[in-house]
């Protein structure tokens, strides 16, 4: 049983493209889904989707609207509990602000990048620290081609990337949240 609070944010502002410029990226219905799913199954204090444009807002509240209060929640149900965990934010001082509201406590940034950074903790340490301490972790998940090198210089710590069985490092962010939070939060039958 963890001591910490734990929660995710995906960010689309401030964002790389593939030429490394800042962009805001697009919502993507996907992500919500997975990701809410996946925020649900580990047991995860709260999800933010972070998004400056008040029409990719109004989006993913109308998602919302159908899966909580509309056809969609009647029908599947267990869609219906991941999504309660989702909490919209205009922008990452937001979440932050919020989740101080809520805990009480200033929330320890970690940031995910497939690139390595200086101030790197691996998954060990991190999972350690989430179960033996008693703190509030807020993970930061990318879109596009990463989160910008300001954010990232905003953050306490960068968990190291997944490393998989090749060169290749391009996973979706859904795919990467499933695969970080089983890694932090899940059984450790690994061990």
């Known amino acids: 049983m963890r001591r910490s609070s734990v929660y995710i944010a995906l960010l689309h502002y401030p964002m790389y493209n593939k030429n490394m410029d800042i962009v805001t990226t697009s919502v993507t219905n996907l992500d919500i889904h997975d990701i809410a799913r996946a925020a649900r199954t580990y047991d995860v204090d709260g999800f933010y989707i972070v998004h400056p444009s008040a029409s990719q807002q109004r989006l993913i509240r109308d998602i919302l609207a159908y899966w909580q209060e509309g056809y ?17 934010a205009e922008d990452f001082p937001a979440v932050l602000e919020d989740i101080r509201k809520e805990t009480g406590r200033e929330a320890i940034t970690i940031a995910t990048d497939a690139r390595q950074y200086p101030n790197t903790i691996t998954y060990r340490g ?25 954010s990232m210089d905003r953050c306490e710590r960068i968990l190291e990337p997944i490393s998989g069985a090749s060169v290749y490092n391009h996973l ?8 970080i939070m089983d890694r932090l939060l899940g059984a450790s039958w690994y061990n």
């Open 72 to 88: 969609g929640g009647v029908y599947n149900s267990d869609r219906q509990e991941a999504f309660r965990l989702l909490r919209l």
């Open 172 to 179: 979706s962010v859904r795919s990467a949240v499933a695969i």
């Open 126 to 150: 991190l999972r350690r620290d989430i179960a033996e301490t008693d703190q509030v972790y807020l993970l930061l998940f990318g879109t596009g081609w990463g989160i910008s090198q300001e």
